[in-house]
């Protein structure tokens, strides 16, 4: 799986490693979304903008996380969606962020219409942002709606739907871990 060694490949460069008998996803992304927020943030405070800490960089992902779970919508975020909602003296990092191409890349949706394109955030790796769904869905949504949480889950790993193949596997992956075993209790109920 290339995604997957250029993901290791990423989080571990100039590290030296002992012999890696098992690989786990989610560990392996938890390592990249750090390894990521925190190169992108050196990068861009090296290009002068030395505001845009991992803080702000991680409060930004997590709103269109947010914002892809309110709207069950997965691909092509409307970007003045995301960025209306941000302060608008960080408009200007969240764009330089957009730039990088690292984690989130900015694609242009062509119509025919009068308006012609609109600028949209989709992630540089789908299976990355299925598990941050799941990490915000057993995070966020399950402490504030364990029904709203339930009702996501259900909906979206049915065969048919887009995230059910990844979220699958990570929400249970995050859940065993969890404090909470009525989460991974109501997993083991699901096909």
């Not at 691909?75 to 969606?81: A, E, G, K, R, S």
Request: glycine share 4%; charged share 20%.
């Amino acid at each position: 799986n290339l995604l997957l060694l250029r993901i290791f490949a990423e989080s571990y460069q100039n590290q030296t490693l002992s012999y890696i008998s098992d690989l786990h996803k989610d560990e392996l992304f938890k390592v990249y979304y750090r390894t990521m927020c925190d190169n992108i943030s050196k990068v861009i405070s090296t290009g002068g903008y030395p505001s845009l800490n991992v803080h702000i960089i991680r409060s930004f992902i997590g709103r269109i996380i947010a914002y892809m779970v309110d709207q069950q919508c997965f691909t092509n975020i409307p970007i003045c969606d995301i960025l209306n909602t941000a302060e608008s003296s960080q408009i200007v990092l969240y764009n330089k962020f957009l730039d990088e191409n690292i984690i989130l890349r900015r694609d242009l949706i062509t119509s025919s219409g009068i308006f012609g394109t609109t600028e949209v955030i989709n992630f540089t790796y789908d299976e990355f942002r299925d598990y941050l769904i799941s990490c915000y869905l057993i995070d966020s949504v399950y402490p504030k709606s364990e029904a709203e949480f339930k009702t996501f889950v259900i909906t979206n790993t049915r065969n048919n739907q887009r995230l059910a193949e990844g979220i699958r596997s990570f929400l249970f992956l995050i859940a065993k871990k969890h404090t909470d075993k009525s989460i991974i209790e109501f997993l083991k109920t699901l096909d």
